[in-house]
């Protein structure tokens, strides 16, 4: 104890010393987490644009794809259709028995159930 009733530490820092530098130290900790927290927000944000990047060029991709197959099927019909359209001109006998054939297959299969 001190001339004014002070209570010193084992470093000869009174109590008053001792309470404002843990207080100091605390505010320092308290910084650096605070700090730190800010970082990880940042580095989370960095990392939901790096995935929103690769969802949107994927999503591109995937258009595109879709696109393709589109117009490939597209003009793939439209090969079939012109081929049954020779075929049918060319043998409009055949194609209309054809076509009687399965209408009579068809209606009696679903005349039975």
Do not use: C, W
């Amino acid at each position: 104890m001190d001339i004014q009733g002070n209570v010193q530490s084992s470093d000869g820092k009174t109590g008053r010393q001792a309470v404002r530098s843990l207080s100091e130290q605390s505010h320092r900790v308290f910084e650096d987490v605070k700090g730190l927290g800010a970082s990880a927000v940042a580095s989370a944000a960095d990392v939901a644009d790096q995935i929103r990047e690769r969802g949107a060029a994927a999503y591109e991709a995937g258009k595109e794809r879709a696109s393709q197959a589109y117009e490939s099927g597209k003009e793939r019909a439209s090969q079939a259709k012109g081929q049954v359209e020779t075929v049918i001109s060319e043998n409009p006998l055949k194609s209309v028995l054809i076509a009687v054939g399965i209408g009579a297959l068809l209606g009696y299969s679903l005349r039975r159930r």
